[in-house]
């Protein structure tokens, strides 16, 4: 059964609805957006969250330290990074980082293996729209870079076309964000509760 991650979470409400209603990570974004958080805000509320549900932080070109320093702070289990972090960066966090590309900076496949981590997640590129041609493109792709670590699908999806993506890519895991909200942050728990239960019902064996 793929795994479930609900990103750009911003407050207890939202991340109590989204462990009710069967994600299995939460993700708090550190970095520039309009779902930054601060790590006194994560902290208050991952002490209100209950075992076994995985707290993943989103860093940005971060100084490692400070990825150190919040992931400790916060009690969060991955690091989750989206700028040009180095395989020896990756490393240095090592069980413990999943490194985010997009189609346009995925490295070949040599190159990719180097990167010690707990997963991949390949995601749209930020600056692009992306058509439904173009996001089936990329959930073929993400279809192609298990070898070395699991796959989390990124990137537009939503209630209408997870359970799509989920057949083509096959991937470990599927991150939602801005495609269950009502407003940036904030998230919309009747579409939360429905792109759970879709996403769990398809079969990705």
Request: charged share 25%; proline share 6%; hydrophobic share 40%.
């Amino acid at each position: 059964m793929v795994r479930v991650k609900i990103c750009g979470i911003t407050n207890l409400d939202d991340a109590l609805a989204a462990v009710e209603y069967g994600a299995d990570a939460l993700g708090f974004v550190f970095a520039p957006s309009p779902r930054r958080v601060t790590p006194e805000k994560v902290k208050r509320i991952v002490k209100n969250l209950p075992p076994f549900v995985c707290k993943v932080g989103v860093f940005v070109n971060s100084e490692i330290e400070f990825v150190k320093k919040t992931m400790a702070a916060c009690n969060l289990d991955l690091a989750q990074l989206h700028g040009n972090e180095t395989p020896d960066y990756c490393a240095a966090l090592s069980p413990k980082a999943i490194k985010m590309f997009t189609k346009n900076n995925l490295p070949p496949d040599k190159k990719l293996g180097k990167y010690r981590v707990a997963a991949y997640m390949l995601d749209k590129d930020k600056n692009s729209k992306t058509n439904e041609a173009e996001q089936k493109k990329l959930w073929k792709l993400a279809g192609q870079i298990g070898e070395h670590a699991p796959v989390i699908l990124a990137g537009g999806l939503t209630p209408d076309n997870v359970s799509e993506a989920i057949k083509i890519a096959r991937p470990y895991a599927v991150d939602v964000s801005s495609g269950i909200e009502s407003k940036p942050g904030v998230k919309d728990h009747a579409k939360m509760r429905e792109f759970l239960k879709i996403a769990r019902g398809v079969n990705n064996g």
